[in-house]
């Protein structure tokens, strides 16, 4: 019997901790990675560093005077020398670790062994980046942070600048118009496409830019944030009327900046500008957002007559991508299938756009069109995205770098509630007024009169 109560005296609380360890770490990895995995993986990189290091031939023989000072001090075995490591930093999703490279090292190599290291020392993902010429810092992921998604709590939007999806390296993937003017972004049904572009137009709706969008699925994309666009075109023909006018709007404003640059010869070189963005405040001209959504419905044609109005259209977007970033207008062109069997002009169109953002698809033409002229690894991953996993997608630019992103839910009241709260910020474009949307009216709820009306009390 008192075995027994020893038992359970000690098998009881350790019974218990097992068991929340294991929920927690199926229910709330952050809570576990905070509580049990971070202590752990910390000790494991400590006490196994050189010879993880060593196991991955990333050491390098020691130099000659290394060499003579441990025979004479300790007389022991001189063994090859690991990058030398800086402070183990935590964080809330996993390890950060600054490595000084050795002579003759590259980032390449510590890159290569970045599976090794995470198997070694029990992580969910390692990623490398270059810090500075000899410098690579290791980002340890201890749990998939895309599974549930939660946004990092410091964030600091800017002009231009909207936070809308988490990497897989658990820093914010930031749509940054300045740096990616323009953008193709792909996505079937339920993939997480318009959650995506709910999280764009709910970022840029609290700044002084202004929306412009084209939403061929008759708007119901788009329309529910007509408070905050300056136009909307929701089919064919209306966008056949809108595209020339932000070609008339940006040779306005090239004609604006050329006048700039014709400037006296005692003018420093600091205010003669090639962009809106060289101008003063005062004339500098507020930056517009094109949002295309279904672009495939501006190439397909039903009849020979439609052939004329496509190719003007097709030719006025690929105008607008390659002229319209100096300008201050950029394109953000979504559709659930882009492939050059669109028709003339689909694969130039598509060279124009420097960013591509590609969820799951339904072939992988379209995912090929995406990212096989970027990035060749990057299909594969597009392809194998789940269902189950909305949102999910991956994300590159023509430089040659991808990663997986995946954006947190937002509803579409939500979104629109900000569209509504910002309207006072839609910039005075005289050009678009014809094509700015009707606001419904909002209905005013009347209060019923109270079944017993108040009597004063007297006396």
């Known amino acids: ?163 809308v999806a988490l990497r897989e390296d658990a820093t914010p993937f930031v749509r940054d118009y300045r740096t990616v003017p323009h953008q193709l972004t792909l996505g079937a049904t339920l993939s997480g496409k318009s959650m995506y572009l709910r999280h764009l137009v709910a970022g840029l709706a609290r700044q002084s830019v202004a929306l412009v969008g084209i939403d061929c699925k008759r708007g119901v994309e788009l329309a529910p944030f007509a408070p905050r666009l300056s136009a909307l075109a929701t089919d064919p023909d209306q966008a056949a009327e809108l595209l020339p006018v932000l070609i008339k709007e940006m040779e306005e404003r090239y004609d604006l900046i050329k006048a700039r640059q014709g400037v006296a010869p005692s003018t420093p070189d600091e205010e003669i500008t090639s962009d809106i963005w060289g101008l003063p405040e005062h004339e500098r001209p507020v930056p517009v957002v094109l949002f295309v959504d279904e672009v495939a419905e501006l190439f397909l044609v039903a009849t020979k007559k439609d052939e004329e109005r496509r190719d003007e259209m097709v030719t006025q977007l ?70 189950e996993r909305p949102g999910l997608a991956v994300a590159g630019d023509t430089s040659g770098g991808w990663y997986r992103i995946r954006t947190p839910y937002l509803s579409l009241g939500d979104a629109a509630e900000t569209c509504r709260e910002s ?14 949307p009707d606001v419904p009216v909002r209905p005013t709820v009347e209060t019923p009169d109270p079944v017993v009306w108040p009597r004063p009390v007297t006396d």
């Open 1 to 163: 019997m008192t075995d027994l109560a020893t038992l359970l005296e000690v098998g009881g609380p350790v019974a218990a901790l097992g068991g929340g360890a294991a929920y927690a770490r199926a229910k709330h990895p952050g809570v576990y990675w905070s509580t049990v995995g971070l202590p752990i993986s910390t000790v494991r990189l400590l006490s196994s560093y050189s010879s993880v290091m060593e196991a991955c031939g990333l050491t390098v023989a020691p130099s000659r005077l290394r060499v003579l000072a441990v025979k004479v001090t300790t007389r022991r075995e001189v063994r090859p020398v690991p990058p030398r490591r800086g402070i183990i930093r935590p964080t809330t999703t996993g390890l950060r670790v600054r490595l000084r490279l050795a002579p003759g090292q590259e980032p390449a190599d510590v890159a290569a062994s970045a599976e090794r290291l995470r198997h070694a020392w029990g992580v969910h993902a390692v990623y490398v980046s270059t810090v500075k010429p000899g410098v690579v810092e290791l980002r340890l992921v201890g749990f998939d942070v895309l599974r549930t998604v939660r946004m990092p709590g410091k964030l600091h939007p800017d002009l231009l600048r909207v936070p």
């Open 318 to 387: 690929i105008r607008l991508a390659q002229l319209g970033r100096a300008a201050g207008i950029y394109l953000e062109v979504c559709g659930q299938r882009f492939g050059a069997e669109l028709g003339k002009g689909a694969t130039m169109l598509r060279a124009q756009l420097t960013g591509r953002v590609c969820h799951r698809v339904n072939d992988e033409a379209s995912a090929k069109m995406a990212l096989g002229d970027i990035a060749p690894e990057a299909v594969a991953a597009a392809c194998a995205i789940a269902p």
């Open 423 to 436: 309207a006072h910020l839609v910039p005075d474009l005289p050009a678009l007024k014809p094509f700015r």
